[in-house]
């Protein structure tokens, strides 16, 4: 919101404060993961991207994108990555001979992936090894940041579906896991409403990550499903950090809100031995906002900071006015003006009548003039605030919950010397 004065028409900007801003959204969506040894190869990999906000009116909503690419691999070369078949980006990597290296570095997807509406955007992947490197755990995310427009709700409208992302802790080992099989359950709650919504969970991955030595396959089972085996590097008795993604998207599946449960096992072969092991679940879901209205509180209030006009005399107040939206039907936006000689108060909000119980309530857009602007009240007065009230329902005199809400972008307050 930005306060305007004015000296016999000239406007001029007082004071600024953000209102009803843009707002950033932070999401990760699962991309890949290979369990197997992956060399002299391409590995292609087709993924969605869900956006549910308001883009109207946003330049260049996504804001900030990359793809996460990672593993653990060993000899030298270069890794080519490329979106949709346009240009490769090619990264070299350091000659680690038979030693095997965690990695991860960030591909720029922003030339492709910049959606100006919401909707779902698929993209291919693809990820070249070269004949002299092995790469094990290979993996890849998109960690993507956009702007949009915030609805007159705090969530929107149903009709504007949303994405949201979730963490959830699954399990940590403190000892070392050798020949042994870790079951762990763990549940994942939603709380949103699903309903219509095709497909809800967009994408979901499980990281388990951890410090190895030896070698071999890593298990990993979600409610006793098939295995997914991940082949590890020897790593003989180095200490290696590792990080790789399995895949439940079968398992994990949720069409309605609510608690699931789910049980994950992880198996170590005797030929190796993990510290430090654990995982966790990254899903993101899609989701209907509940409809708009009813819970808005009956009112809210702002009281602006102290303006000061300069004129050492005081100045004659003329009108005061709000901008914003056409008021939606039984909404009300009421303003109150104080005025004083002194920059710290006393401040005394008062209506067009002078009495601190009445307020101006004027439609949007359109000037009112301040009443009792020769009265002592708000006479030859050098500083002023104002008071902004917001009802939601204003049949009921501003008492009780309402089915929509106002929106105010700028206070003028019109004086002259």
Avoid at 25 to 40: F, H, M, P, Q, R
Avoid at 94 to 101: D, E, K
Avoid at 155 to 161: H, K, L, V
Avoid at 354 to 367: F, V
Wanted: charged content about 10%; some cysteine.
């Amino acid at each position: 919101m930005r306060i305007l004065l004015s000296i016999f028409g000239l406007f001029f900007c007082a004071s600024a404060v953000v209102f009803a801003a843009n707002q950033v959204k932070t999401t990760e969506t699962y991309i890949v993961d290979s369990d197997g040894a992956v060399t002299n190869t391409q590995v292609n990999q087709q993924f969605s991207f869900y956006i549910g906000d308001n883009l109207a009116g946003v330049t260049n909503p996504v804001q900030s994108s990359s793809i996460a690419v990672s593993g653990v691999y060993t000899g030298n070369g270069n890794i080519g990555v490329m979106l949709d078949g346009g240009g490769t980006q090619s990264f070299t990597m350091a000659n680690v001979s038979t030693t095997p290296t965690p990695f991860e570095f960030f591909y720029d997807p922003s030339a492709t992936i910049a959606p100006l509406s919401a909707g779902t955007y698929t993209y291919t992947l693809a990820v070249s090894v070269p004949s002299t490197m092995t790469v094990y755990g290979l993996g890849a995310k998109l960690i993507a940041s956009h702007t949009y427009v915030p609805g007159s709700c705090a969530d929107g409208q149903p009709a504007n579906e949303k994405v949201k992302t979730t963490e959830t802790y699954i399990v940590d080992s403190d000892g070392a896991v050798t020949n042994t099989q870790v079951n762990q359950q763990f549940s994942f709650y939603i709380g949103d409403n699903l309903a219509g919504v095709t497909n809800p969970v967009q994408s979901s991955s499980i990281a388990v990550s951890g410090v190895y030595t030896g070698n071999g396959n890593i298990g990993v089972m979600l409610d006793g499903g098939g295995t997914q085996s991940f082949t590890m590097a020897n790593v003989s008795t180095t200490p290696t950090p590792f990080e790789f993604f399995y895949d439940p998207s079968a398992t994990i599946a949720p069409l309605s809100a609510g608690t699931y449960t789910y049980t994950l096992a992880v198996s170590v072969p005797s030929t190796m031995t993990v510290y430090g092991l654990g995982a966790k679940a990254v899903i993101s879901h899609r989701y209907k906002p509940p409809s708009c209205g009813g819970g808005y509180a009956p009112s809210g209030t702002v009281e602006s900071s102290t303006f000061d006009t300069g004129i050492t005399d005081g100045a004659a107040y003329n009108w005061i006015m709000w901008q914003g939206a056409t008021l939606p039907s039984n909404t009300l936006v009421r303003l109150q003006l104080a005025t004083s000689n002194n920059a710290s108060g006393p401040w005394t909000y008062r209506g067009p009548d002078c009495a601190t119980g009445t307020y101006y309530e004027p439609t949007a857009n359109t000037p009112v003039e301040i009443g009792c602007a020769t009265d002592a009240a708000h006479k030859n007065k050098r500083y002023f605030r104002y008071k902004t009230v917001l009802c939601s329902n204003a049949s009921s005199g501003c008492a009780t919950s309402g089915t929509e809400t106002p929106q105010v972008d700028d206070i003028i307050v019109n004086w002259a010397p």
